[in-house]
């Protein structure tokens, strides 16, 4: 297992999974999450669980921007903070 944050790896994370929401492509958007993903929401709230933050983002086409470079495990996003 591989966790890196920050850099331009996570950089380019965070835009792949923005175009694929924006793009609609749900596909894409859950290779590039991880399944034990932690999703943090403005008001702290987190929701876990690859399949959770899918549901919750069914809906929106822009993704928000991370407040910080997303965490990465083997290559897919682990920790996403609004």
């Known amino acids: 297992m591989t966790a890196t944050s920050g850099g331009t790896e996570s950089g380019d994370a965070a835009t792949a999974a923005r175009d694929a929401a924006a793009a609609g492509n749900r596909a894409a958007l859950r290779l590039l999450l991880h399944p034990y ?33 997303p965490e990465l495990r083997d290559g897919q996003i682990y920790r996403w903070r609004c």
């Not at 943090?40 to 470079?69: E, K, M, Q, Y």
């Open 37 to 69: 993903l932690h999703w943090t929401l403005p008001d702290g709230h987190v929701v876990r669980g690859r399949s959770n933050v899918l549901a919750l983002l069914a809906d929106v086409r822009d993704l928000p921007a991370p407040a910080s470079p």
